[in-house]
C-alpha cells in the first residue's frame, strides 16, 4: 500500500469511533474530491481548531469571547440548563423548545478517569449565580453513574444559592443514556416535565 494512503489512514483512525476500514474508506474518497475541496476541508479544520474560542459566560464553542446564544437579549438570562458537553447544548437547542441561557460544565466527575470537580466549569456556574440575576437552574446531565456523582456535587454546591429553583430534566431518559444520542421528542418531554430538586431528594 502507499506510504501516503497509510498515513493518511493513520491520522483518520486518530478520530473516535474511526477503525482501519472506515478510515481506509474515507481516504479513498478524499482521493476522488478535486484538490481545491481538500483544501478547503483541510483549512476549515486548521483553521476550527486555531481560532475557536470558550465564551467566557457558558463554556460554548464560539468565535468570539461570547456566545450568540449568550449575547441574544431576547431570551431568558434568569434560566441556566446545565450540560456536559457542546453536543448536548446542540441536542437541546434542536428542540426548539427551551429559551433560556446555558452552562457547558466540560463533562462530568469520574474519579475512575482523574476527572474531579475542579476539571469542571462549575467555579464559573457559581460566579454566574453570585450575580442575583438567576431564578432556576436547570440539571440536564446523563443519567449514568458519573452524571448521577456530578449531580450530586452540584446539589450540594448550590446549596449557597437558596434563592435558585433547581430542576432536573425528567427521567424520561433511560438510566445510562446519553443525552446527545436521545430524540428530540424526548429531550423535550423531558425539559417540560422537569422537576424541583434538593440535596435531601438523593
Request: glycine content about 6%; aromatic content about 4%; charged content about 25%.
Amino acid at each position: 500500500m502507499s506510504r501516503l494512503l497509510d498515513n493518511v489512514c493513520s491520522e483518520l483512525q486518530r478520530l473516535p469511533g474511526i477503525g482501519r476500514r472506515t478510515a481506509l474508506r474515507l481516504a479513498m474518497h478524499i482521493l476522488r474530491l478535486e484538490p481545491d475541496v481538500v483544501d478547503s476541508l483541510s483549512e476549515s479544520i486548521s483553521k476550527f481548531r486555531h481560532d475557536v474560542r470558550y465564551c467566557t459566560s457558558c463554556n460554548n464553542l464560539s468565535d468570539s469571547d461570547i456566545c450568540p446564544i449568550c449575547a441574544d437579549s431576547r431570551r431568558d438570562h434568569s434560566t441556566i440548563c446545565v450540560v456536559e458537553q457542546v453536543q448536548d447544548l446542540m441536542s437541546i437547542e434542536n428542540t426548539g423548545q427551551y429559551q433560556g441561557i446555558y452552562h457547558i460544565l466540560g463533562g462530568v466527575i469520574s474519579p475512575m478517569q482523574g476527572i474531579g470537580p475542579s476539571d469542571l466549569k462549575i467555579d464559573l456556574l457559581a460566579d454566574k449565580l453570585l450575580t442575583g440575576t438567576v431564578r432556576e437552574v436547570i440539571i440536564a446531565i446523563s443519567t449514568s453513574v458519573e452524571g448521577e456523582t456530578t449531580l450530586f456535587y452540584l446539589l450540594n454546591r448550590l446549596k449557597a444559592f437558596p434563592d435558585v429553583k433547581v430542576t432536573t430534566i425528567a427521567r424520561g431518559i433511560g438510566f445510562g443514556d446519553e443525552l446527545e444520542y436521545v430524540d428530540e421528542l424526548t429531550i423535550t418531554h423531558a425539559l417540560k416535565n422537569r422537576r424541583e430538586v434538593c440535596s435531601d431528594d438523593k
